[in-house]
Structure formats: C-alpha cells, structure tokens
Nanobody, 124 residues
Framework: QVQLVESGGGLVQPGGSLRLLCAAS???????????MGWYRQVPGKQREMVAH???????NYADSVKGRFIISRHNAKGSVDLQMDSLKPEDTAVYYC???????????????WGQGTQVTVSS
C-alpha cells in the first residue's frame, strides 16, 4: 500500500532545531488518497503521544507541549510531511514516528500505517 521513510533525527543541544521529513511511497492511488499525515513520539515507560498532524485540507493540530515551537507542513505533490522543531528541550527526546491515513473507499473507510521511527535526542 504505502511505505513511509523518515529522516532528519539526530542529536541537538537544548534550544536547537531539527527538521524531520516523512516521505510516502507505494501505490499511486493510495498516495493520492491520503487523508492525514503526522508525527507521534514515544519514550520508554510512556504511551506514544500525538505531536502534530495535518489533514488533506491543511488543518493542523498540535500537542500543547509543542505549540509555538513545532510546525508541521504537508507537501502533497511530493507525498511528504515535514516537522520543523525549534527551541528543543530535553523533554522532547523520543523516538518520533510518522503516520499516514489512507482513504479506502467513498464511504470513508481508512487504513493507516507507521514509519520505522527516528531518534531525536536533545542533550548538552
């Protein structure tokens, strides 16, 4: 169906910035039917949490903890989504996972999948 390839993770000092990229590939019909793309993150001992997501129409949602610091952008022509992360804090350290939701039929049924995850470490 759709495969997600993530990049951009790494080590950064507090207050620094990173940009994460998630690119979708696979069946062209499924790529054209993506409803929603976004990012989640997870640290050991905690539940995976939503960071940001963006709908096909451009509407966005952010976790309260990242509002004003992270910006999600969607590039439909490329089937990709970016997450610009500024003013990073040690608490942002996590594995970040891309997700995508694909519309399956005209009745609104959907299918979703996750990327493999990319490590973001914020430390001095």
């Amino acid at each position: 169906q759709v495969q997600l390839v993530e990049s951009g993770g790494g080590l950064v000092q507090p207050g620094g910035s990173l940009r994460l990229l998630c690119a979708a590939s696979g069946n062209s019909n499924d790529i054209d039917s993506i409803n929603d793309m976004g990012w989640y993150r997870q640290v050991p001992g905690k539940q995976r949490e939503m960071v940001a997501h963006i709908r096909s129409g451009g509407s966005t949602n952010y976790a309260d903890s990242v509002k004003g610091r992270f910006i999600i952008s969607r590039h439909n022509a490329k089937g990709s989504v970016d997450l610009q992360m500024d003013s990073l804090k040690p608490e942002d350290t996590a594995v970040y996972y891309c997700f995508v939701e694909v519309r399956l039929d005209s009745r609104g049924s959907t299918w979703s999948t996750w990327g493999q995850g990319t490590q973001v470490t914020v430390s001095s």
